[in-house]
């Protein structure tokens, strides 16, 4: 499977976006509900999680030279939720900005060979920029309403 490299260039536009939008947010608006059970400082924790997720998949892939995601069920999102409220929402979007600054450059410095099993196992684990950017744009919608 050959990797569509444009996904550099996708992830740091939605990294940048998420910089851009905690560094505009008052303290008031990291509270702002988006959905039912969220908040914008929530939802920037849960991008950092799943950010640090892929994270932990390259160190196991580079490690061992095939892909290994951790064993991880959908339920997290909803474990995690009260940890997630708990951390201070400027603090969670600091989390989130180094995580995918993180990512971002783990990404784009993967060997051609190694980018192309973890594209393969899960192609959500290279293009963060979908995930991010739903999660950024329920936000934005929030904010609007």
Do not use: C
């Amino acid at each position: 499977m050959v990797v569509d490299r444009s996904f550099v260039e996708r992830n740091r536009a939605q990294t940048a976006r998420m910089r851009d939008l905690a560094a505009r947010l008052s303290e008031a608006e990291f509270m702002h509900h988006v959905g039912e059970h969220w908040t914008v400082g929530i939802a920037l924790a849960h991008l950092a999680f799943w950010d640090g997720r892929v994270l932990a998949v390259l160190d196991a892939t580079e490690r061992t030279g095939a892909v290994m995601p951790p064993q991880i069920d959908i339920v997290v999102n909803d474990i995690s939720l009260p940890l997630w409220a708990a951390i201070p929402p400027r603090e969670a979007a600091r989390v989130a900005i180094d995580l995918a600054d993180r990512l971002d450059r783990r990404l784009e410095a993967l060997s051609p060979d190694l980018l192309e099993k973890v594209a393969a196992a899960n192609i959500r684990y290279v293009e963060r920029w979908r995930h991010r950017g739903e999660h950024l744009d329920e936000i934005d919608q929030a904010l609007k309403a």
